[in-house]
Nanobody, 121 residues
Framework: QVQLVESGGGLVQAGGSLRLSCAAS????????MGWYRQAPGKQRELVST???????NYADSVKGRFTISRDNAKNTVWLQMNSLKPEDTAVYYC???????????????WGQGTQVTVSS
């Protein structure tokens, strides 16, 4: 079984920075797409950013220029550097990954448990 373990959330003032990390562990053959989603109270979960194994990135318009996603394929780890944080960035942030397990020909999609990010004004 695969686990995604996130860390790095917390409370920060507007304009501040946080760095989230997510490490995938288990019987992993390969990890293809990795990304971050967020869900604010009363709202649907939304895409924040994704990164392919070759390093191609995608960002929601609301975070472009402020957030940077990166990954280490050897460590099956993805990071989200969040700068110039705004109160509207407050949400639970979830790591997501497409993982192919050893002995399988297809990938499954996995979610982390979520980490709270709170930005005070």
């Amino acid at each position: 079984q695969v686990q995604l373990v996130e860390s790095g959330g917390g409370l920060v003032q507007a304009g501040g920075s946080l760095r989230l990390s997510c490490a995938a562990s288990g019987s992993i053959f390969k990890v293809t797409l990795m990304g971050w989603y967020r869900q604010a109270p009363g709202k649907q979960r939304e895409l924040v950013s994704t990164i392919t194994s070759s390093g191609s990135t995608n960002y929601a318009d609301s975070v472009k220029g402020r957030f940077t996603i990166s990954r280490d394929n050897a460590k099956n780890t993805v990071w989200l550097q969040m700068n110039s944080l705004k109160p509207e960035d407050t949400a639970v942030y979830y790591c997501n990954a497409d993982v192919t397990n050893w002995g399988y020909a297809y990938s499954d999609n996995y979610w982390g448990q979520g980490t709270q990010v709170t930005v005070s004004s």
